[in-house]
């Protein structure tokens, strides 16, 4: 079929948990792209630094080599102008990916996403939402409950923190299923409660 003719842009997420395989999926398709002889560079926010800086690491101990970035804004400034394929792990971490990612796949890149749909609390994590509103394709992954064994949507913290973003993976989080999982502590939705209130207050000012 001739009726496709060009480089034609694309974007793809993959979102889940912590411990879904999303890391994994995103390698086996950067691997597929290098197989396939395409230009690759994959991308990754430099305050995950958990394992390796230079390279994504899955659970699973995969490996992909990729380049620390401050902000989705420096991968447009970094970004080699022949690459194809453009891999992002931690996308969760990038808050301003979402205007990035779309001109990307504008540009004609396939863009490949990677990340936690949702928080600590449960609450959808910017900017995925909005990724997955553009996207062509989404794949969304479910981790095993390390309670009951069950399909586990959600990403448990197991140390106190009203901080969003806690960097770390085992000891510090594990996935649960919607029965097994515990939002927060009290105290930590007492605290938004509390926000919600005061801006609430304050808006309401003249
Ligand atoms: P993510 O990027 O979603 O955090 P990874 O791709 O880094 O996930 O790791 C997925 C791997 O983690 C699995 O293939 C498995 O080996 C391992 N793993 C550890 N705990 C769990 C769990 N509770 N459920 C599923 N996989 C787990
Ligand atoms: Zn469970």
Redesign the pocket.
Known sequence: MNIVQGHIGWLEVIC??????????LIRRIRRSLIARKRVEVFKPAIDRRYSDGEIV???DLRIASQPVESAREILERLEIRTEVVGIDEANFLPDLTEVAARLADMGKQVII?GLDTDYLGRPFDPIPALLALAEEITK?L??C?QCGGP?KFTQRLVESADLIVVGGGGLY??RCRRCFEPGSPRQQELDFVKTKLARVQNARP
Not at 16 to 25: D, I, Q, R
């Open positions: 889940g948990p912590m411990f879904s395989g999303k890391s994994e999926e899955s659970h699973s990677a992954t981790a095993i390390v586990a594990e996935a």
